[in-house]
């Protein structure tokens, strides 16, 4: 008997190549009509540039077996995330680092003098910080947390500052040279034919089948197991209650030549409604210069209706509460695997994404006895 494998991104696709290599057949449902989940790519019939449909998506890890994986499966491209932040219509660099401090206070600090001085601003007196806030009042201190990051916030995800996990705020570094490489990772690159092209290379086997446009729920086939890459939640009919997410609004314009001359620039004032501005074309700098016109889209985020597709899991503490209830029930469900970043309810990158699904896929492997199959 196959197995069934739901949702047609990174998760389920890592999980059907890896069982089809050991003669595992598998059938992978996605209800949408293309693969590569979230990180779907696909050119603009208008200007022919490749856009992230659902956001910019850069491909960094540490993980040496990850990075082998997608080297595999398509050629990546030297790729470095610079991104830049709108403040008061001034624009600075981002991650804060020397540039930005220096740009921001007006100064030409050495970094031991950018330190210093930084540090008597920062908080120094919360020692260990729990929240967003405090976090960033420890390590930036009021001033720089107010320009980047109070608003950013803010709009992103619809609370306090001091209402989010420390952790979110982790994710960026802080520097004191000129280093403005947005990731610490050692390996980096965009995939010069997108990220749809890459799934695509990694379903590619005979003992995988793929049915776009087909509903998990609408199955009738038995099968040996499921991995379930869709919305927890959504697979107990939300009958306990619905994980909270936000969704994300992608306006799209179109223009002449180039727009910001750059990827990403984030806008933190809270003046203006959205987060970001990406512009596609520079994600791809190997052919950028090809397009005579441009594609940007502005990031506008909000609470995820029933009927949005879910980005972030907010994970306050209502929801944890809600969630430990759904891992509860998920652990009695002996032949599904709940896998990704849909089925365990948590913010992951992509090449986490891709290594926790190996291991999910190691460890059916180990277990498995083809002769019960
Ligand atoms: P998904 O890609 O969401 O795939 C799940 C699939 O399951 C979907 O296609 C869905 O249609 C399908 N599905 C769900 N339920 C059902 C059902 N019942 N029946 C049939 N099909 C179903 N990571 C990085 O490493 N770098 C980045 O720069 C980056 N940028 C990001 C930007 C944004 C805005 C967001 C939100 C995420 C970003 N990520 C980034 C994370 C990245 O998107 C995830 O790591 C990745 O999408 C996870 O893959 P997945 O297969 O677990 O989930
Ligand atoms: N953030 C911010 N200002 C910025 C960029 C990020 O305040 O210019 C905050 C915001 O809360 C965001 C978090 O830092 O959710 C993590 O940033 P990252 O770039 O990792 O955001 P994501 O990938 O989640 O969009």
Not at 191 to 213: C, N
Request: with cysteine; hydrophobic share 35%; aromatic share 12%.
């Amino acid at each position: 008997m196959r197995v069934c494998i739901v949702g047609a991104g990174f998760s389920g696709a890592v999980i059907a190549r890896m069982l089809a290599e050991k003669d595992i057949s598998s059938l992978v449902v996605d209800e949408r009509n293309h693969l590569a989940g979230n990180c779907h790519t696909e050119r603009d019939s208008e200007t022919g540039v490749m856009v992230h449909k659902y956001g910019p998506h850069i491909f960094h890890t540490g993980i040496e077996r990850v990075w082998k994986f997608i080297n595999q499966h398509g050629v990546m491209m030297p790729y470095v995330n610079r991104v830049k932040a709108n403040v008061a219509n001034k624009i600075y660099s981002l991650p804060v680092n020397l540039h930005t401090i220096n740009q921001f206070f007006g100064e030409a600090f050495s970094p031991a003098e950018a330190r210093a001085f930084v540090e008597s601003k920062a908080r120094m007196d919360i020692d260990e910080p729990q929240t967003f806030e405090e976090q960033a009042l420890r390590f930036v201190g009021n001033d720089l947390y107010e320009a980047f990051f109070k608003g950013y916030t803010r709009k992103q995800w619809g609370c306090e500052p001091s209402e989010l996990p420390a952790s979110i705020l982790k994710r960026l570094p802080l520097r004191f040279n000129y280093d403005d490489n947005y990731f610490n990772h050692p390996y980096q690159g965009m995939p010069r034919d997108g990220y749809t092209a890459i799934v695509a290379s990694i379903l590619d086997h005979p003992k995988i089948e793929i049915r776009l446009g087909g509903r998990h729920e609408d199955l009738t086939e038995d099968f040996a197991h499921t991995f379930y890459s869709g919305p927890l939640d959504r697979y107990f009919n939300y009958d306990l209650g619905r994980l909270g997410y936000r969704t994300l609004d992608f306006v799209p314009e179109r223009a002449e030549g180039d727009y910001q001359g750059t990827a990403v620039i984030n806008y933190p004032d809270e003046s203006v409604p959205f987060t970001r501005i990406s512009e596609h074309k520079h994600f791809a700098p190997w052919e950028a210069d090809s397009f005579d016109k441009t594609i940007v889209f502005r990031e506008y985020s909000r609470l995820c209706g029933p009927d949005d597709v879910p980005y972030y899991p907010i994970r306050m503490v209502a929801e944890t509460q809600l969630l430990e209830q759904y891992e509860a029930r998920a652990a009695q469900e002996k032949n599904v695997t709940f896998v990704g970043r849909l089925g365990t309810y948590q913010y992951l990158d992509m090449d986490v994404t891709i290594d926790r699904a190996m291991d999910v896929a190691e460890a059916y492997l180990a277990a498995y006895s083809p002769v019960e199959a």
